[in-house]
């Protein structure tokens, strides 16, 4: 579980934003949602250290990042996986080579242990007969579902995801979902994605959290985003003619 806690940030003389409280928990897809430029990467970055916030507590199952030192963020970085928006696969390398590279990186793993567990990522996400293909090889949902083996390679406590469906037509878009979701369940993780997909709200939102100028202006799951009376809210999610269409139906079926 990552607790946020009265988390506030500015840069020169604008506040990003003005002290957040959640709570992201374990075992479910937690979602940041929110317009461009409402806070959301902002709080991202800030949760994953690469913006320091000028106050509050980011605290990881009790543990403040904030007042950690260099060895302890870097321990705590073996515990987390990132999943970023355009993939970000190194071109020069295969697929079984992207997954291994974390590997590489921050385990203490025998050559045979890294092979067997990039093997088995690369299972678990789906992938067939890929390992020596070269990202260019391979289409953007694969793409992704490499990103996806690479980030939990070191069997992560916390996964964060920018985006993850950018880029991709509607049906690869709910596979990675239902592949988010799955491994999320399946592991345990404290799972955390930034997105701008409303099929993935409505999808996969167990515990949402929307920012809208900085402030968090409502939290909760993909069931009451239907029942809820939030303006702001119902104004970013249902902006779609077929998502308002979806909320009416649901409203109308729960008065019956």
């Given amino acids: ?32 949602i929110g317009q461009s430029g409402s806070g959301k990467t902002v709080l ?13 507590e980011i605290l990881y199952d009790g543990r403040d990042l904030l007042a950690m030192d260099g060895k302890q ?12 928006q355009g993939s970000a ?9 992207n997954v291994m ?8 793993m025998s050559h045979e242990e890294q092979l067997e567990r990039a093997h088995f990522c690369i299972k678990r996400v789906n992938l067939k007969d890929a390992d020596n293909k070269y990202p260019s ?4 949902g694969m793409q992704k579902r490499v990103a996806i083996a690479r980030a939990i390679a070191l069997n992560p406590r916390y996964l964060f995801c920018d985006e993850p469906n950018s880029g991709l037509d509607p049906k690869t878009s709910i596979l990675i ?5 799955d491994i999320t369940h399946e592991y345990g993780i404290t799972t955390v994605i930034n997105t701008h997909d409303m099929n993935s709200v409505l999808g996969i939102g167990e515990n949402i959290i929307f920012l809208n100028k900085g402030h968090l202006c409502w939290n909760g799951n993909k069931d009451e985003v239907y029942d809820s009376d939030n303006e702001v809210l119902n104004d970013f999610v249902f902006a779609n003619d077929l998502f308002k269409k979806v909320k009416k139906y649901v409203s109308l079926t729960n008065d019956k």
């Fill in 137 to 140: 090889e391979i289409s953007g």
């Fill in 177 to 181: 979902d239902e592949l988010l979701s």
């Fill in 101 to 108: 590279f974390p590997l590489k990186m921050f385990s203490n």
């Fill in 73 to 84: 963020r870097k321990e705590l970085r073996k515990e987390i996986g990132m999943l970023f």
């Fill in 89 to 97: 696969l190194f071109d020069s390398e295969t697929v079984l080579g």
């Fill in 1 to 32: 579980m990552i607790e946020v806690k009265n988390v506030r940030k500015s840069f020169d003389d604008k506040t990003i934003l003005h002290g957040i409280d959640a709570v992201f928990k374990d075992g479910v897809t937690n979602l940041i």
């Fill in 44 to 56: 991202m970055k800030s949760l994953v250290g690469l913006h320091t916030p000028d106050s509050g």
